[in-house]
């Protein structure tokens, strides 16, 4: 069974590059010695890909996911082709166009195919309106897999996504699919700049950092790994029985 994780927002500045990284990172740990196939979707910034393109474990396809066909297809056709346990897409900003062009389809192609997938959708939001009107629009287009909305509290307190926490016929659709709200903790901000400026993966950050700063991401990881844990926890678990 291959772990098919879409990590997504549909706008820019959200913080969907900072979970993809820090999801691999996770992966990394948690299964160690499984391949991880990274689906880098943003040409204009690909800092998730540029990452991890020499890093052992870690495979990188770059695709466009505009409204064509084509780079829906040849995504489709990279996790057809892997033999790696875990996919990870870090979607573009401004994708909205792209699902509701070939969501649809693109969903359909992995899961009534012969594929064995577990498709699980990150959705990163802010706290203004506009997260919760796009993910309303993927939902539409995106109807079975499971998806999570994830408050990124660098944007404030949980309970200050006022727009999401009012939006009660998105909380029913993804709590019948059996999604999960899940909180992702603000990482320091001296800490992000060195991950963004000096390309450094979280699994080497520690090297760079003095004590008080690497206490303070040893924290935020395991934080992190709490979070992620609700999700891919059950999943490991489940292939052991």
């Not at 649809?104 to 939001?125: A, H, K």
Request: hydrophobic share 40%.
């Amino acid at each position: 069974m291959k772990n098919l994780t879409y990590v997504g927002g549909s706008k820019g500045g959200t913080g969907k590059s900072l979970v993809c990284m820090a999801l691999i990172d996770y992966v990394r740990k948690t299964f160690p010695g499984e391949e991880i196939l990274l689906i880098e979707t943003d040409s204009s910034n690909p800092d998730v890909g540029r990452l991890y393109k020499n890093r052992n474990g870690v495979s990188i396809r770059g695709v466009s996911l505009d409204d064509t066909e084509k780079g829906w297809i040849r995504m489709t056709d990279h996790i057809d082709d892997t033999s790696a346990k875990h996919i990870i897409i870090n979607s573009m900003a401004a994708s909205n166009l792209g699902i509701q062009a070939q969501g649809e389809l693109f969903e359909q192609s992995i899961m009534d195919s012969s594929l064995e997938v577990n498709f699980n959708v990150l959705w990163i939001m802010n706290r203004n309106k506009d997260s919760v009107t796009l993910l309303r629009d993927f939902l539409n287009y995106i109807k079975r897999a499971v998806v999570h909305p994830v408050f990124n509290l660098y944007f404030g307190k949980e309970e200050e996504f006022l727009f999401y926490r009012s939006s009660l016929d998105v909380h029913e659709i993804i709590a019948d699919r059996g999604g999960q709200e899940l909180i992702f903790p603000n990482l320091n901000d001296l800490i992000a700049d060195k991950v963004y400026t000096e390309d450094i993966c979280f699994e080497e950050l520690p090297s760079h950092l003095k004590l008080g700063m690497r206490t303070s991401l040893d924290r935020w990881l395991n934080t992190v790994k709490q979070t992620f844990d609700a999700i891919y926890a059950p999943l490991a678990l489940k292939e052991t029985v």
